[in-house]
């Protein structure tokens, strides 16, 4: 608690069973494995990484609208929910302060690489707070959960310790998230490199961005955020919550399902 108070962050070795963390990978990659066979990209989906990230580009670059919504339903993986309640993660929550968490939005995987995305944003993130999107109680906690092993050469997160006393900073959104006016010093920021089976828990005030993958590999993670509804605040603001959901209202597929289509289900 003392070092997470006077840095901003703590890391967690060997939180997580390895094997924990491959089955929501591998589920995730079940999901894009899919309509790669679908388009003829592979023709099992029994490849060795190199293989399927050589697939990744290929449907990225076939069908960008196919490609994200795969990554919309990995989003989606009882796996992934399941981990962000897991009680190993309440319990640190608990002992960081937050006497009673809760969940501030859904959870975020993450597949981070330069051509897997349209923009930079998507794979590479300037110095931000995650605190300006979230809007919640004061001491909100962010925790990060890689699920390869990441060094500097993937792209490990950088952060500012002791940047989560600095308070809100001025900032632009951009995509989602506030990019900070100015430039951080270099000499401030600190690699955190992690393995699979570690866990980031880190204040969303500290000031942190994302490395710069030099691979050709992708950089697997996920993200969960989480506020305390007891803080004074919070209450006090009645609960803001900025996350906005809502379904399309038209049909994404045109004259679908037919009746036969629905009734066949059901024999």
């Keep these: 608690m003392n070092e997470y108070k006077k840095n901003g962050y703590v890391l967690r070795k060997g939180f997580f069973e390895k094997e924990e963390l491959d089955r929501i990978r591998d589920e995730a990659k079940e999901i894009f494995a899919s309509q790669m066979l679908r388009y003829g ?19 990225f670059e076939r069908d960008m609208q196919t490609f994200a919504n795969c990554g919309k339903q990995a989003q989606h993986l009882i796996s992934l929910h399941r981990l962000s309640l897991d009680e190993r993660i309440v319990s640190v929550l608990g002992d ?17 690489a330069e051509n897997l995305a349209k923009k930079e944003v998507y794979w590479k993130m300037a110095a931000h707070q ?60 600190l690699s955190v490199e992690v393995e699979k089976g570690d866990a980031l828990f880190f204040s969303s005030f500290l000031a942190h961005k994302s490395g710069t993958n030099v691979t050709d590999s992708i950089r697997w993670s996920c993200h969960f955020r989480y506020n305390n509804l007891r803080e004074r605040t919070f209450v006090e603001r009645g609960f803001p919550h900025p996350y906005l959901y809502a379904p399309q209202e038209d049909l994404i597929t045109e004259n679908f399902p037919s009746r036969e289509l629905v009734g066949g289900i059901f024999e």
Excluded: C
Aim: aromatic content about 8%.
């Design 96 to 112: 960081l302060g937050l006497d009673f968490p809760n969940v501030s939005t859904r959870p975020v995987m993450f597949f981070n």
């Design 130 to 189: 995650d605190w300006r999107s979230m809007q919640g109680s004061l001491d909100s906690v962010v925790v990060w959960v890689p699920l390869v092993d990441v060094n500097k050469d993937l792209g490990a997160l950088e952060v500012i310790p002791g940047s989560h006393k600095w308070g809100l900073l001025k900032a632009e959104m951009t995509e989602g998230y506030g990019k900070l006016h100015g430039e951080v010093e270099e000499t401030e920021i």
């Design 41 to 59: 990209i592979i023709g099992s989906s029994s490849i060795d990484e190199r293989d399927f990230e050589s697939g990744m580009v290929e449907l």
